[in-house]
């Protein structure tokens, strides 16, 4: 009976102990590459911090792309913003960058040296979700983009 007792203990100290916090947090979220390649155009924006909330997600914003190419693991990135006069859109041009993914990061290296990366939220086989922590004028922000394939 005590033999029975203490396998019982130790299966259940397994079954305990193989349930970790890591099992539900998406920083252990592991992302294959080809996932992510492809043309995926902005959906919507959204931009966190001081306690706000602001969604970006007008004509203009909507019509802004990403490129990742899986081939040479270059991307083009093309933004668009509305300025003041009404359905009007500013055009902020290409930007030229290569890239690598690791795990649920992506990381970028701009033709201009600038680097940065982006944590894949989650990723389907129609939309790509993106975030990333900033400070702007000494305040913290998070910015998550909504991608669709394009």
Known sequence: MKLKLFFLFI????????????????NYLVVEPAEVYGNWRLE???IEGNGQKKVFNDQCFQRSTILF????????????ESISTPGTCKDSGNLNFTF????????QTYTGGQKDEAKIEGVTNTTLVISQNKTIDNIKVKATMKYIKA
């Open 11 to 26: 299966a259940a100290f397994l079954a305990i102990g193989s349930c970790s916090s890591r099992d539900n947090n998406d």
């Open 69 to 80: 190419n899986g081939a040479d693991n270059k991307g083009v990135e093309r933004g668009y």
């Open 100 to 107: 690598s993914i690791e795990r649920n990061t992506i990381y």
């Open 44 to 46: 919507s924006l959204t």
